[in-house]
């Protein structure tokens, strides 16, 4: 597995630096395409390869910077598998979106895609905690030249402030590793199964929590740190909006279990309450803010705040029903969020906006595009036989071992996300038939969609192969916690 492992980092790196380097406009798209669907069927043939009775998987291991614990580890367990497969599986489809939104510059747009794509291989891969820092920083390099050459109001200021909060939210972070690696003896590495096993004291965890979970939190984002998120969401090019909600804010859930729960658990049980407080708060608070929109764009950015604040809680419940749900739910909104996206960014092509108010009545023109819209909702609300219900079922199930009113507020948060998904669906495709001369969906929103959709069903009736994934890993590190 070594080379596969290997090899689903490099491919995507090689071929985004030629991009780069060559410029081949014409033929980028297809290139970067080609090289996504590679890297897919690498992340399937690793994920069938994996037994998860065997456990964790070090597929390769070589000293780099010893003297200061950094080693280049790659390998996974089922929670890196499932993250990697995320990944895979929507970047096809982000730059497939590219085929109907065509960004100037191709080659380097799409150069920069595969970059940032590499990159999240590496976080999700690295069995080191230095070498993960390093490409939990590099993947925000590509994105950061995405927003600022393609995004577009206002674009220096806004991606300037999402800078500046990943990079205070990184810095936070170097810190916390730094000091939890100087706990270890001399001439330790700071992989991740040598931190697992670190002791620092409960008084020092207390603090230590705050300095590791603030660079994840900022990720994700968590209330009250997301007031870079929904202006950077719609500011951005749709195929940006994709990666940032799709893939990078998982990062920052990938990071707690990862790195948080297991270096400092008496600091995670000891602001438990908090953390799953504040981020129900921010659940309802965006869900509503999600609800007075009239951007549709808009309120998708707001909707995935309102989950992920779903998915942060479910993961303080530190019971393996809410861990499961909440790492079950990366995957299921990442499909979600992307479709939903894509749905947005057709809209916006062929009505010339994305505000709900300059819609309606749009399913006369475009059924089938209404229809497409319909089946991606039903997902995004979490309906059964969608794979989000049954992350949220899990989640909430998690909650409740916590506290029944924990749970009220998440079911409340649902059923607002409900409702404003509905009511944007009604206003821009029912009511008396638009005026506007609108095309119907077209064989490439089909090849993009309908996969997308039939994911959501198939996870959502046979989630069995992904939560078998998870298990094992979750039970040790429940084992670590307790």
């Known amino acids: 597995m070594m080379m596969l492992t290997l090899a689903i980092i490099l491919l995507p790196l090689l071929v985004g630096l030629a991009l780069l380097l060559a410029r081949p406009h014409a033929q980028a798209r297809a290139v970067a395409l080609l090289t996504s669907v590679a890297a897919l069927g690498m992340a399937v043939a690793l994920c069938a390869s994996y037994d998860s009775a065997a456990g964790p998987v ?132 700071a992989d991740f199964n040598a931190l697992q096993e670190v002791v620092i004291v409960p008084d020092a965890q207390r603090w230590l929590f705050w300095v590791l979970f603030l660079g994840f939190a900022i990720k994700m984002p968590m209330f009250p740190l997301h007031s870079w998120q929904p202006d950077t969401y719609t500011m951005a090019p749709f195929q940006g909006t994709m990666i940032l909600g799709g893939v990078m804010l998982k990062m920052g859930i990938y990071g707690v279990v990862r790195l948080v729960l297991p270096i400092v658990p008496h600091g995670a049980a000891e602001w438990q309450d908090v953390v799953i407080g504040l981020s129900l708060v921010g659940c309802l608070y965006a869900a509503w803010i999600a609800f007075r929109q009239n951007d549709l764009k808009r309120l998708v950015a707001w909707s995935s705040l309102s989950h992920v604040g779903l998915m942060c809680a479910a993961l303080f419940t530190l019971n393996a029903t809410g861990i499961t749900g909440a790492l079950y739910q990366t995957l299921a909104h990442a499909i979600g969020v992307v479709a939903l996206l894509y749905l947005v960014s057709g809209l916006q092509t062929r009505v010339g906006t994305t505000q709900l108010d300059v819609m309606g009545g749009l399913k006369v023109k475009m059924p089938r595009m209404a229809a497409l819209f319909l089946l991606v909702m039903i997902g995004a609300v979490a309906l059964p036989l969608t794979q989000g219900f049954v992350g949220e079922w899990l989640m909430f199930n998690g909650l409740l071992d916590v506290s029944i009113w924990w749970t009220f507020i998440g079911v409340v948060s649902i059923i607002l996300g409900a409702v404003y998904m509905l009511y944007a669906y009604q206003r821009s495709m029912l009511g008396e038939a638009s005026k506007l001369n609108v095309a119907d969906a077209d064989e490439t929103d089909h090849w993009v969609l309908v996969p997308l959709i039939a994911a959501t069903f198939i996870l959502g009736v046979y989630p069995q192969p992904v939560l078998d994934l998870l298990t094992a890993p979750v039970q040790q590190l429940l084992t670590q916690l307790h």
């Open 58 to 189: 070090i597929a390769f291991q070589h000293d780099w910077a010893p003297a200061i614990g950094l080693r280049m580890v790659f390998g996974y367990d089922g929670i890196s598998l499932l993250m990697v497969l995320l990944t895979a599986i929507v970047f096809p489809f982000i730059i497939g979106a590219g085929w109907k939104n065509q960004l100037s510059e191709p080659a380097i747009a799409n150069g920069l895609m595969l970059l940032t794509q590499s990159a999240l291989f590496g976080v999700f891969l690295a069995q080191n905690a230095f070498l993960f820092y390093v490409f939990y920083e590099l993947s925000l390099v590509p994105v950061f030249f995405l927003l600022l050459r393609w995004g577009g109001e206002r674009r220096r200021a806004i991606t300037m402030k999402f800078f500046i909060y990943t990079v205070l939210g990184g810095l936070t972070l170097l810190f916390g590793l730094v000091y939890s690696y100087l706990q270890l003896p001399a001439g330790t590495s």
